[in-house]
């Protein structure tokens, strides 16, 4: 049953228990799969192989996927290819090792997966990936059920009076927010991955989000259209991707440090990330960028040695914003810069690295900066009210995403967050939120 006919014939209160499948050919993955699931309340079901698995889709309709990569027989990459093409409603994750990069890259292109998580893989991160794949199903099922019940209900009014075109615009409403709901949970899902991307490095954690605000506010003021600055915003927070398949030692190295054989390996993550990007049309031109961020105005960067404005204006705009945070958190010089120390190096590459122009409106956004940092306040969470904005994401120790910048709080997540300071011992945790005149 599709989610089109599953929703129309669901009443709003019906909602139907998630069903998910997991299939590996190692019995203790199931298990722990099982285990980690049961508390979520999901209706899990296991098979030993992708031939079982299709065997139970063909009986049975799934809400998710999960499958490892490597399996005798018919692979994970296969399996999924399999399930995209006979069942596209049905929710896809891979679970894979770093050394199948290439095969990962190839399921993410034929199998079309939400996700793929890396074994061993971190119980709290798969069940955020799994949650955010769950979410996207429901909203899918809720766009599905409103645009049935606006068919339905069309048909219905079609021999009622003038009151036709008001009751046809709120259901157009409706279904706006509803994809703009979508569209916010798709951004949400990419920074939770570009998070987990940066578990592997530790202490730089938040790099790529740091990058993709500062990215952000570049493109808006040099007068970027609304979806270009989109774009500019996701190719910061996944600038990074290609790196996927990088070493730790590597990754734990600053640039600077590098030998030869090191640095030429290292330069291949532009393209890498670019790859990885491809088979995702909402990433097209992000993937571009993420391709062309490490090219230099003097036409001696890489990997296709740009010049000038033959480098995308995104591109150079996340190259400054991924330089000026990487020499602060280490990743390009072993020393740590302070801010101001950082600048006066982007501006002693002026012309050569960077370009003239981007580097200007990055010294007025910075100066801007600044100042907004005057209009946020920090509250313990005690002091949370309904209708407060976030002025910063909220992350945890660990770096994983809880709540991205602009959410508005309601009172159900004040209680979490509340709940989560108790827990995790975090007394005197502060909540950064917009200063609006009636925050304190």
Not at 186 to 209: C, D, M, P, Q, Y
């Amino acid at each position: 049953m599709s989610d089109a006919t599953q929703a129309a014939s669901l009443g709003a209160d019906e909602v139907p228990a998630w069903r998910v499948l997991c299939v590996d050919d190692e019995a203790n993955i199931l298990s722990a799969l099982r285990r980690l699931f049961r508390p979520c309340g999901y209706a899990v079901t296991v098979a030993a192989s992708g031939e079982e698995g299709l065997a139970i889709l063909d009986q049975t309709p799934f809400d998710l996927v999960i499958s490892d990569m490597r399996m005798p027989g018919m692979s994970g990459a296969q399996f999924l290819e399999e399930v995209s093409t006979r069942w596209p409603d049905t929710m896809r994750l891979l679970l894979t090792g770093y050394a199948d990069i290439d095969s990962t890259i190839d399921a993410v292109n034929k199998g079309r997966i939400f996700h793929y998580v890396s074994k061993p893989w971190d119980d709290k991160a798969l069940l955020l990936i799994v949650r955010h794949a769950l979410e996207r199903k429901q909203l899918e099922r809720d766009k599905a059920r409103l645009e049935a019940l606006t068919a339905r209900q069309n048909e219905e009014l079609k021999d009622v009076n003038a009151s036709l075109e008001l009751k046809v615009m709120e259901r157009t409403v409706e279904l706006r927010k509803a994809n703009e709901h979508i569209k916010a949970s798709f951004i949400t899902s990419i920074k939770v991955f570009a998070n987990l991307i940066e578990l592997r490095e530790g202490a730089i954690a938040g790099h790529s989000r740091r990058v993709a605000e500062l990215a952000r506010k570049l493109a808006k003021r040099a007068g970027m259209d609304a979806a270009a600055v989109q774009d500019v915003f996701l190719a910061g927070l996944l600038h990074d991707i290609g790196k996927i398949g990088l070493p730790d030692t590597l990754l734990s190295r600053a640039v600077a440090e590098m030998s030869g054989p090191e640095l030429l390996r290292y330069r291949k993550h532009p393209q890498a990330g670019e790859h990885a990007l491809m088979a995702l049309s909402e990433l097209a031109q992000a993937a571009r960028l993420v391709r062309s961020h490490h090219e230099r105005f003097d036409g001696k960067g890489y990997p296709d040695g740009l010049a000038g404005e033959q480098i995308p204006l995104g591109a150079r705009i996340v190259a400054v914003a991924n330089d000026y945070d990487g020499l602060q958190i280490g990743t390009l010089a072993a020393r740590k810069r302070t801010a101001r120390e950082a600048l006066e190096l982007l501006e002693a590459g002026r012309g050569r690295s960077y370009d003239p122009g981007v580097l200007d409106l990055f010294l007025e956004v910075v100066a801007e900066s600044e100042r907004d940092d005057l209009k946020e306040v920090g509250l313990s969470v005690a002091r949370l009210m309904p209708g407060m904005i976030l002025s910063r994401d909220l992350v945890t120790r660990q770096g994983y995403l809880l709540l991205a910048t602009d959410f508005v709080l309601t009172a159900g997540i004040i209680r979490q967050i509340q709940e989560y300071a108790s827990q995790e011992g975090l007394e005197g945790l502060v909540i950064h939120v917009r200063d609006e005149g009636r925050m304190v």
